[in-house]
C-alpha cells in the first residue's frame, strides 16, 4: 500500500521510496549530509513566491496571506503540470512518496498543501503528515 508522507527535512525521512525536498532553495549543508532525497524545486512555490513568503514570516503576516499564497502557488503549478503528474504516477503504481520541507509549521508549508492537492485528485492513499 503506498503512503503519501510530509516531513521536516532536518529529522529522520519517513521510508517512502521517493524522497523529495519541495522547497526552492536547497541547503547544500543539509543536502550532504543527510539522505534527504531528491532536490525537486519544480514542486515548490517559485523563488519571487518563496521570497514573498519569507517576508510574510518575518513580519508574522503568513497565517493572514496564506490563502493568497496558496492561490498564487496552484496557478504556479497549473503552468508546470508535468512534476505533479509524475507523483501522481508513482502513487498509482503503488510507491510511497515523501514531500519535505525546511519547515517547522506543517500547517503554513508547501507540503501540506501538495498533500491536501494530491488527495483531492487519490482521496483513497494513506497519509502520514508530520
Ligand atoms: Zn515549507
Known amino acids: 500500500m503506498p503512503v503519501l508522507y510530509t516531513f521536516n527535512v532536518m529529522k529522520k ?10 522547497t526552492s532553495y536547497t541547503r547544500k549543508r ?8 531528491v532536490w525537486c524545486p519544480q ?14 514570516k518575518q513580519n508574522n503576516r503568513l497565517f493572514q496571506n496564506w490563502d493568497g499564497f496558496v492561490v498564487s502557488y496552484l496557478e504556479e503549478q497549473r503552468r508546470k ?4 503528474e509524475q507523483v501522481y504516477r508513482w502513487l498509482e503504481g503503488g510507491r510511497s512518496v515523501a514531500l ?8 503554513v508549508c508547501v507540503r501540506s498543501l501538495l498533500a ?9 492513499i494513506a497519509v502520514d503528515l508530520r
Do not use: M
Not at 543539509?30 to 532525497?37: E, L, M, V
Not at 519535505?100 to 500547517?107: A, L, R, S
Open 13 to 22: 525521512p519517513p521510508p517512502a521510496d521517493y524522497l523529495l525536498q519541495v
Open 30 to 37: 543539509d543536502w550532504t549530509s543527510r539522505s534527504i532525497g
Open 43 to 56: 514542486l515548490a512555490p517559485s523563488k519571487e513566491l518563496t521570497d514573498q513568503v519569507n517576508d510574510w
Open 81 to 84: 503540470p508535468a512534476h505533479l
Open 100 to 107: 519535505g520541507c525546511f519547515c517547522e509549521e506543517p500547517c
Open 116 to 124: 491536501e492537492i494530491i488527495l483531492q485528485r487519490l482521496p483513497q
